[in-house]
């Protein structure tokens, strides 16, 4: 089984800030990794496929780049409603989660 | 406008089951694999099962496999999991979710989530 991993677990940060968040796998799931966003209260909500692309309606402020084992989420700027849990996840083979990275504000 | 609503959550036993639904709308159900996704109170996301459009290829995590089963009704439009021999670790918010992209698998919908809480 494919074992994801996100660092950090949490962060603060202000509006307007740029914020990575990191995955890694325990294998490489080359390009077969996509980023949710989860507010509380709400179901995951998918930003970034194929470890690059964005899914239609999200803003651009949302970047994903990596390949192999190790991916990276990019907010350009952070906004009030980006505060929220992030989750990666691997599809090479079936399906795995990462623990994910709660965003809160500083 | 797509839209997956969940249904069948509830307060059971530890060892009973629960069957849960999944109503399908706005969009071909019958071209689209599907899954399921449990969440446990304040945990993360955990994939639970996938059925493709055919019913032909079906997978199970572990922590579930011989117990839940994963079913479609393309002529419904539903999706459902029957879940038996309930374990109190089994209590979380179960959505269900459309598996989108040909090539590059991912979850573009998801249903609004319904509760399973599991007592012994």
């Known amino acids: 089984d494919i074992q994801m991993t996100q660092s950090p677990s949490s962060l603060s940060a202000s509006v307007g800030d740029r914020v990575a968040i990191t995955c890694r796998a325990s294998q490489s799931t080359y390009t077969y990794l996509n980023w949710y966003q989860q507010k509380p209260g709400k179901a995951p909500k998918l930003l970034i496929y194929?470890?690059?692309s964005l899914q239609s309606g999200v803003p651009s402020r949302f970047s994903g780049s990596g390949s192999g084992t190790e991916f990276t989420l990019t907010i350009s700027s952070l906004q009030p409603e980006d505060f929220a849990t992030y989750y990666c996840q691997q599809t090479y083979s079936l399906f795995t989660f990462g623990p994910g990275t709660k965003v809160d504000i500083k | 406008e797509v839209q997956l609503v969940e249904s069948g959550g509830g307060l059971v036993q530890s060892g009973g089951s629960l069957r849960l639904s999944c109503a399908a709308s706005g969009f071909t159900f019958r071209s689209f694999s599907m899954i399921w996704v449990r969440q446990a109170p304040g945990k993360g996301l955990e994939w639970l099962s996938y059925i493709s459009y055919s019913s032909d290829t079906i997978s199970y995590a572990d922590s579930v496999k011989g117990r839940f089963t994963i079913s479609r009704d393309n002529a419904q439009n539903s999706l459902y999991l029957q879940m038996n021999n309930l374990r109190d670790e089994d209590t979380a918010v179960y959505y269900c979710?459309?598996?989108?992209?040909?090539?590059?698998?991912?979850?573009?919908?998801w249903g609004q989530g319904t509760l399973v809480t599991v007592s012994s």
């Open positions: 979710a459309r598996v989108g992209g040909s090539y590059l698998t991912n979850f573009d919908y």
């Open positions: 194929g470890a690059s």
